[in-house]
């Protein structure tokens, strides 16, 4: 996934206030990045939609962020 195809998955849900794709320093993607909705119902309603989506051959996970210590292992 490219950054800009990640920004184009999650604008059709709602207004993105930020969106970011983690990469290595070669470009590659990391396989996770960041959405930052400025509606929360938006980012609900991307949530519902597109956790456990297929994207290619692998299914994405869409998660409200918690910090890293918040986190359930």
Do not use: P
Not at 13 to 28: A, R
Not at 64 to 72: F, I, P
């Amino acid at each position: 996934m490219t950054q800009k195809e990640l920004n184009e998955m999650f604008s059709q849900y709602g207004q993105i206030g930020s969106c970011k794709l983690e990469t290595f320093q070669d470009g590659m993607s990391r396989c996770f990045g960041y959405v930052q909705y400025i509606k929360e119902e938006d980012a609900q309603k991307a949530i519902g939609d597109l956790n456990g989506y297929a994207c290619g051959d692998r299914k994405i996970e869409v998660i409200l962020h918690s910090k890293k210590d918040e986190r359930e292992i």
